[in-house]
């Protein structure tokens, strides 16, 4: 059974820093393509990076100012220079190999709220 739980969300400053976790197994990480997706009041969920052992993707909303990355057990997603429009509930995903649609992912987390104050 795959299990993901995030951590990390707050309130931070526009232009700071903070850095998501999604604790999962290393079987998990080693097994499946993982994925950050966040959803803003009233929008849809959009993704925002994903890895594959050593391959990363970025939506462009994000490149350049998130890094994705993982240990033997959890992904983290480091945002910096963050805007308001980072603000959302952030998941955590995993799914059988690499999509930018949240249909490719058949498992999440519960989510993590960011809001950037301005």
């Known amino acids: 059974q795959v299990q993901l739980v995030e951590s990390g969300g707050g309130l931070v400053q526009v232009g700071g820093s903070l850095r998501l976790s999604c604790a999962t197994s290393e079987y998990t990480i080693g097994a499946y393509n993982m994925g950050w997706f966040r959803q803003a009041p009233g929008k849809e969920r959009e993704f925002v990076a994903a890895?594959?052992?050593?391959t990363k993707y970025y939506a462009d909303s994000g490149k350049g100012r998130f890094t994705i990355s993982s240990d033997k057990s959890t992904v983290y997603l480091q945002m910096n220079s963050v805007k308001p429009e980072d603000t959302s509930v952030y998941y955590c995903a995993a799914g059988p190999s690499f999509s930018r649609s949240k249909e490719g992912y058949p498992y999440w987390g519960q989510g993590t709220q960011v809001t950037v104050a301005s």
């Open positions: 890895m594959r052992w050593e």
